[in-house]
């Protein structure tokens, strides 16, 4: 079954330090997505992608980066400059906006 | 810019009441409309889209909503609740043909407790 594929699902490291969640889709969806997600405040955007090779800075995009060097893949790494990198990450794709999104299980990164 | 308002951080209703989720939106253009309900640990799951067909529209799990223009709502509602229904529920909106990558943009959502 297709599908969007967050790996890992439980992330720990060490304040300071660099870290990759991977972001797999064998959906053919052009665009991805990633969303921050923290108690009371609902999904933020931190960088989306509509084609391979191009992506755009979201809502929050500081201390975050992000490549898009496949179509299935999106990877997001949370630099040592995001300040406060403790959350839960969603990963979605879309084939359009009339179709919505479809999320992956998400990530829950905590920095310790 | 679009947004939208979920009136209610948490709901709660006895197992068999109705459910009443608010969203209320704000665009520029006619919008696309969306709830999505999110289990403890994972991610989110598309229960009904408004995409400016029937303005009554049915989702899984009995769902419904209605796009109300005059009152720039999209409310969420099932008869009758039961507690496999306890989650949190997000509206989103997004902006047909107006470019920007299709980008979704989210309420803070409901909590729904289901009690016995």
């Known amino acids: 079954d297709g599908g969007i594929t967050q790996s890992p699902k439980y992330l720990f490291r060490k304040e300071g330090q660099n870290v990759t969640l991977s972001c797999e889709q064998n959906?053919?969806?052009?665009?991805m997505y990633w969303y921050r997600q923290d108690p009371g405040q609902g999904l933020r955007l931190i960088y989306y992608s509509q084609i391979v090779n191009d992506f755009q800075k979201g809502d929050i995009a500081e201390g975050y980066s992000v490549s898009r060097e496949k179509k299935e893949s999106f990877p997001l790494t949370v630099t040592s400059a995001q300040k406060n990198p403790t959350a839960f990450y969603l990963c979605a794709s879309t084939l359009g906006q009339a179709y919505g999104y479809t999320f992956g299980s998400g990530t829950r990164l905590t920095v310790v | 810019a679009q947004s939208v308002t979920q009136l209610g951080s948490h709901v709660s209703v006895s197992e068999g009441a109705l459910v009443l989720l608010r969203c209320n939106y704000s665009?520029?253009?006619?919008?696309?409309l969306f709830w999505y309900v999110q289990y403890p640990n994972q991610g989110l799951q598309l229960l009904l889209k408004y995409t400016s067909a029937a303005t009554l529209v049915k989702g899984i799990n009995g769902f419904e909503a209605e796009f109300k223009k005059s009152e720039t709502s999209f409310h969420l509602t099932k008869p009758s609740a039961h507690m496999s229904d306890a989650a949190e529920y997000f509206c989103a909106v997004s902006l047909p043909f107006t470019g920007g990558g299709n980008k979704l943009t989210f309420g803070t959502g409901t909590q729904l407790k289901v009690e016995l």
């Open positions: 665009s520029s253009v006619p919008p696309y």
């Open positions: 959906l053919n969806h052009d665009a």
